[in-house]
Nanobody, 124 residues
Framework: QVQLVESGGGSVQAGGSLSLSCVASGATYWTYAMGWFRQAPGKEREGVAAIDNDGGTSYADSVKGRFTISKDTMKNTLYLQMNKLRPEDTAMYYC??????????????????WGQGTQVTVSS
């Protein structure tokens, strides 16, 4: 079992930056990919970015060129650097782990373990 704890959320004005972190503990060796997802009030959860064991990445079109996903394997930590933030980026951001070998998708169904989330609020 993997446990995930996110941190780094907060409030920022449009155009600003935030960096999220997610520390993984437990049976992390079963994890193939890690991802960031978000859910705004009244909307469905959506994939933001994912990274697999080989360093391959996937991004939602809405964040390409603005967000960067990375990881520090030695620290079991996943990061999301968010630049040029927009009000529409406001959401609860979740870290998740996937055990689907060979897939670095943003399909929610591929991710079995989730963190509690961290709030990101972008004001105009």
């Amino acid at each position: 079992q993997v446990q995930l704890v996110e941190s780094g959320g907060g409030s920022v004005q449009a155009g600003g930056s935030l960096s999220l972190s997610c520390v993984a503990s437990g049976a992390t060796y079963w994890t193939y990919a890690m991802g960031w997802f978000r859910q705004a009030p009244g909307k469905e959860r959506e994939g933001v970015a994912a990274i697999d064991n080989d360093g391959g990445t996937s991004y939602a079109d809405s964040v390409k060129g603005r967000f960067t996903i990375s990881k520090d394997t030695m620290k079991n930590t996943l990061y999301l650097q968010m630049n040029k933030l927009r009000p529409e980026d406001t959401a609860m951001y979740y870290c998740a782990a996937s055990y689907v070998w060979g897939s670095c998708s943003l399909r929610i169904a591929d991710f079995a373990t989730w963190g509690q989330g961290t709030q990101v609020t972008v004001s105009s």
